[in-house]
């Protein structure tokens, strides 16, 4: 019975950094989620959200101070891309430059500073700014842009689909059914 005793604060210690902990994550993935939503609103909508509309939305109004930033920039994610794919090689940069960075000039951030309030004391010494950043490209993917249906204007559709075409319409029989199978599967859009 007294060792039961003994270890009652140590329960009891163990149980409240519990709650503290699990207080904790909800609040950096309430603030994650917030900051995935103000770039992709951005991006979709072309509506940057406020602080004050984020909090509302995404936050529940527990936060008590929002800070949010939306740098624009070419030097992003395209910039890098389009460096590493021109020395590939030519061709791959031409495709690279019709595909990608014509369809996506810049790249858009979401930078998103969280303060959630407590009134508990141990838990206020603890509390901290929550910031999180989010990078979404310029525009959204357009799926028409990839598929390989036949008589489309994709680029590269366009760009692997005679050769492939041509090696699946030369598999002779009794292969020729999986060859009509696997052109099947990626002619029709998924």
Not at 80 to 101: K, M, T, W
Not at 157 to 181: C, E, H, K, M, R
């Amino acid at each position: 019975m007294i060792e039961f005793v003994l270890v009652v604060p140590l329960l009891a210690t163990v149980l409240v950094l519990t709650f503290f902990f699990g207080w904790a994550m909800k609040n950096q993935q309430q603030t994650i989620v917030a900051d995935r939503y103000a770039a992709w609103q951005g991006v979709l909508a072309n509506d940057w959200p406020t602080g004050g509309e984020i909090n509302t939305v995404s936050l529940g109004g527990q936060a008590a101070t929002i800070n949010v930033d939306y740098p624009v920039g070419t030097a992003g994610v395209v910039a890098r891309f389009a460096g590493e794919i021109n020395a590939v090689g030519p061709e791959a940069a031409v495709l690279a430059q019709d595909v990608y960075v014509q369809q996506c000039p810049q790249s858009h951030y979401a930078n998103l500073s969280t303060v959630f309030p407590t009134s508990v004391g141990l838990w206020a010494s603890m509390n901290g700014d929550i910031s999180w950043s989010h990078i979404r490209e310029g525009l959204e993917w357009r799926r028409g842009q990839m598929y390989f249906e036949e008589g489309s204007a994709s680029v590269v559709g366009n760009t692997f689909y005679p050769s492939l075409d041509q090696a699946l319409g030369s598999i002779p029989s009794p292969g020729d059914t999986v060859g009509t199978a696997f052109r099947q599967l990626y002619l029709t859009r998924w």
